[in-house]
């Protein structure tokens, strides 16, 4: 009886497990690879799925046109129909002779469990190794009874040979279709055609198309700037507000032009009241998506085109954001973004009113995913203890959370019916709270499969499953694929599913000597104590998850490298020390936000259990990060390595059987760490005897990394406007695109914090062997400074002191040091005495000689202190200047101009800097002129004949 009904079950596998038959023959090479010669029949969807992806990748890289696409899909269908010419009519005459087998093969199986030894006998028998020979099989691949075959979830039929290679191909085809689908429909919306990069105020209406999303605005987030006096933290003005808009109408001169298209909406002030489907007008200046003006910077273009947004508005207060009349009908897909949003709102509320106000940040990170209250501080240690994924919502969380509902559904020992509907409850529940993120979704397709599985009483392949997520997501969103998020969530989870124990459901001589070892050793632990059965339990516990910990950390790293420029080995003992923490606090999280729901003081108990939970998670990741050596900023490998190291990776998987891949898989990737740590770290050369000066667009403020033939790395000042959290990720950049992980001196122009802002994050990456400023200048006062002195005196910086007046200490003018760039450099401001006027009038003023030309850095200098410079002797005309304070107009650039006479001037400024009346001023002594907001990171080299080269970025990238 048993036996009919599981047989039953697997006919409704029939399609699937079609496409897993077919593969039996394509593959003759698995004979070679022992590793790879039963993947086509157990994990058909892993091969479709890698089939997909090659498409989607070959539309993205190689752009075949469309109607290739086609041809490849209709030839492989019909060469399909062609090589299996029954399959016209498979469903007609064809499934009665399965069922029919099926019939024979029940009945057999039930002779055979009738005849059976019972499950006490000590010795049951084995068919031997020769009884399953491939002489003894069918000339069709499975012996004559075995038609169907259970290999997990679907059964495997017989085929013939070429057929899954032909589906592969059409199913290649088809989503290289797909993908070309997206690029179209992306490049046919008009707005992001008629605007470009410099901002045009403009009136737009649309439609809210996405939950908005709030941030905590970096201004009031200053110490100086939080509410007081009881004013509530979400009053207008504390948050950002970011909102995606399908626009109906732009205003174009007088007239409201109808558009398509998404602009994605930044707005100063709490708007969240704003829900999908809302129609509003907004007032604001729109602009495309600059280009990377930055070597090494991240492609924002990328991230749009992702998103599908085609430019963005900036709203300088909420009130320019009008609400209108909505539409009376709305679209199935807005209005379940407008029920997800009402929920997310009304679980952030139920967050905010039970959890600690301290873990209001993390805890919104947490459970729902939303990281606008996150500090910066929080969000950096993350990252550098390899943890960001557990603020990062996905299948991880999802997964713990089933677990839990199914622990609580077997103790309330519900029926498999109820047990399913409850799970199936808590998987939509998440997935809407949490706004249908795709690495949820993921867990959520492979979830259902579970309990399909569950629900047919039908074993499953957790692979296959995970393909079939892939499969769905990367249809339904192909530019995804290129996404790290995604990437990195089905890589961990394919790891987590293949470096487990091999599963046993075979009946085998091996497998049976296997189960008896493990009962003599479990009756061996019953005869031990209670407290070393537990010990032992305990450990056994904890080497098996720091197995799995180490796993998904080494399969993922090259992304994780190549994406955040982190290498974090405490991360596998981090992540096994939070990973019961975090399923309590997430678990409480939920309870509180249904508690809050049910009745309000009810949230208070587990509001305060995610608290405690919350507090311990942070205090460890702190404690983690401050360890030596737990983590390494590092320039990132090259694409290339990353790829090659995948490649290997699964040639390795394919050829080694199960049990005999640790050892190459973890010589290979020692081999690939070393090699990845020196192709990374090695700098960018250098021709000989040059001196280079590279301007980073910084935006307002200054930048300029200086090195010599020596590899000696300089950089003269660090900040830039804004930068209220004293990130230095657009310096940092750049360095590592240089493979720089040293910086031989930071020198400081003054006290303005667009000029020093930036050391703080620096000194977390980078080892800065000393610090050069003007007399006096880190005694100033105000926050950034003081800041600046704390990451200093933490990060043990020896500061040095110069002016024009004093010779060059002796750190910088020694043997050591002193042939790179200090060779022939003179200190031409400040004097001994500072000048009368702000800290920009004693800006610190370098003349860097080479070649018989100079290179003038002047800071933000101004009067008087111009005039003082302007009283010494005259450099040789013909030098590179940078221009000071920013190319200002009002600051006697021109006199500084006219004394140094330079044949080529930079500009490190702002928006205000690419003003046509700058380019005048500075080019009125007839050098040129280069601005770094307009033609982005700019590059001089001064060559040892005294030849002047100069690349921009956005016009000659290098």
Not at 30 to 51: E, I, R, S, Y
Not at 117 to 122: C, G, L, T
Not at 575 to 584: C, Q, Y
Not at 718 to 727: A, E, T
Request: charged share 15%; hydrophobic share 45%; proline share 7%.
């Amino acid at each position: 009886m048993s036996g009919g009904t599981t047989d039953d079950n697997r006919s409704s596998g029939f399609l699937s497990s079609t496409v897993a038959s077919l593969a039996a023959r394509v593959f003759p090479v698995a004979q070679h690879f022992p590793g790879a010669h039963q993947l086509p029949q157990t994990q058909p969807l892993t091969l479709m799925a890698a089939a997909a992806l090659v498409g989607i990748a070959m539309d993205r890289w190689l752009s075949p046109p469309a109607w290739l696409w086609i041809v490849g899909c209709g030839l492989s269908l019909l060469s399909w129909l062609a090589v299996d010419r029954w399959s016209w009519a498979w469903s007609a005459w064809c499934l009665p002779g399965i069922l029919k087998r099926m019939s024979a093969r029940n009945q057999s199986l039930s002779s055979r469990s009738s005849n059976s030894p019972s499950h006490d006998s000590p010795s049951p028998s084995y068919p031997s190794p020769s009884s399953q020979s491939p002489s003894n099989s069918s000339p069709s691949g499975g012996s004559s009874d075995s038609t169907f075959r259970a290999h997990g979830f679907g059964a495997v039929p017989a085929g013939p040979n070429g057929q899954v290679m032909l589906i592969a191909i059409a199913l290649m085809c088809l989503m290289g279709m797909r993908h070309r689908g997206c690029w179209d429909e992306y490049n046919r919306n008009s707005i992001g055609k008629v605007f470009t990069e410099i901002d045009e105020p403009t009136i737009l209406v649309g439609v809210v198309d996405q939950a908005v999303q709030l941030r905590r605005d970096p201004i009031d987030s200053l110490p100086a700037r939080r509410p007081r006096n009881g004013a509530k933290p979400n009053d207008t003005g504390s948050y950002e507000t970011i909102l995606t808009l399908a626009v109906e109408t732009v205003r174009r001169g007088s007239q409201d032009v109808p558009m398509t298209g998404r602009v994605r909406v930044r707005a100063s002030g709490d708007a969240s009241y704003l829900r999908p489907g809302d129609r509003i007008r907004v007032y604001g200046k729109i602009s495309t998506m600059d280009r990377t003006s930055n070597p090494g910077e991240r492609d924002m273009t990328e991230w749009m085109i992702r998103k599908g947004l085609h430019a963005t508005v900036k709203v300088e207060r909420g009130t320019e954001l009008e609400q209108l009349e909505s539409p009376s009908w709305q679209t199935p897909q807005r209005w379940l973004h407008r029920k997800i949003a009402d929920l997310a709102a009304s679980a952030r509320q139920g967050i905010l009113q039970y959890i600690a106000p301290e873990q209001h940040g993390i805890a919104l990170a947490l459970i729902l995913g939303q990281r606008d209250l996150l500090e910066h501080t929080t969000s950096e240690s993350l990252v550098a203890t390899g943890t960001a994924h557990l603020l990062s919502v996905s299948g991880l969380h999802l997964g713990i959370l089933f677990v839990v509902a199914r622990l609580i559904a077997g103790w309330l020992r519900l029926p498999m019916g109820a047990q399913l509907i409850f799970l199936g409850t808590v998987t939509v529940f998440y997935v809407a709270i949490t706004g249908g993120r795709p690495p949820v979704l993921r867990a959520a397709i492979l979830l259902s499969t579970i309990m399909l599985s569950m629900a047919l009483a039908r074993s499953q392949q957790p692979l296959n499953s995970l393909s079939l997520a892939l499969l769905l997501l990367a249809g339904a969103m192909p530019l995804e694929v290129f996404a790290v998020g995604m990437q990195l969530s089905f890589l961990a989870v394919a790891t987590l599913l293949s470096c487990g124990p091999q599963s046993r459901r075979q009946r085998n001589a091996t497998n049976h000597a296997v189960e008896l070892e493990e009962n003599f050793d479990a009756l061996a632990q019953k005869s031990s104590g209670r407290t070393q059965r537990v010990a032992k339990r305990f450990l056994t516990a904890v080497r098996t998850a720091l197995w799995y910990s180490g796993c998904v950390t080494m399969t993922t790293l090259p992304l994780v490298w190549h994406a955040f420029h982190v290498v974090s080995p405490i991360s596998v003992l981090v992540n096994v020390i939070l990973s019961p923490m975090m399923v309590v606090a997430l678990s409480a999280g939920v309870a509180t936000v249904l508690a809050g729901w049910c009745w309000g003081p009810l949230g208070a108990v587990p509001g305060w259990i995610c608290s405690v939970m919350l507090s311990l998670m942070r205090d460890v990741i702190e404690i983690a990060r401050s360890i030596p050596g737990g983590h390494f900023w590092l320039p990132s490998p090259p694409l290339f390595w990353i790829v090659a190291y995948y490649l290997v990776l699964v040639m390795l998987l394919a050829v080694r059987p199960r049990g005999q891949r640790r050892w190459p898989i973890g010589i290979w990737s020692f081999v690939w760490i070393v090699m990845a740590w020196w192709i990374s770290t090695t700098p960018a050369s250098l021709p000989r005897d040059t001196l280079e000066a590279t301007f980073i667009d910084v935006g307002h403020g200054t930048a300029a990394i200086l090195r010599s033939e020596r590899d000696e790395v300089w950089l003269y000042d660090c900040g830039w406007l804004g930068n209220f959290k004293h990130r230095s990720h657009k310096i940092d950049e750049v360095l590592w695109s240089m493979g720089i992980t040293r910086i031989d001196g930071v020198i400081l122009s003054h006290a303005d914090a667009d000029h020093f802002n930036a050391l703080p994050g620096l000194a977390t990456r980078f080892s800065i062997k000393q610090l050069v400023t003007p007399p006096g200048m880190l005694e100033g006062g105000g926050r950034s400074l003081e800041i600046a002195r704390q990451a200093i005196q933490r990060w043990e910086v020896p500061v040095i002191e110069v002016d024009h007046d004093d010779p060059l200490p002796d750190e910088l003018g020694s043997d050591e040091l002193g042939s790179g760039i200090w060779t022939d450099t003179k200190i031409l401001h400040p004097p001994r005495v500072p000048v009368a006027g702000s800290d920009n009038a004693n800006s610190l003023v370098l003349q860097i000689n080479h070649g018989g030309r100079f290179l003038l850095l002047p800071g933000d200098l101004e009067p008087p202190g111009t005039g003082v410079l302007t009283s010494l002797p005259r450099p040789p005309p013909g030098g590179v200047m940078m221009a000071p304070h920013h190319g200002s107009l009002h600051m006697d650039a021109d006199a500084v101009l006219q004394w140094a006479r330079p044949i080529e001037t930079v500009v490190s400024g702002g928006k205000r800097a690419a003003a046509p009346q700058v380019t005048e001023m500075l080019a009125a002594a007839g050098g040129g002129v280069h601005v770094t907001s307009r033609v982005g990171c700019i590059r001089v080299r001064i060559g040892p004949s005294g030849k002047i080269q100069i690349r921009a970025w956005k016009t000659d990238p290098w």
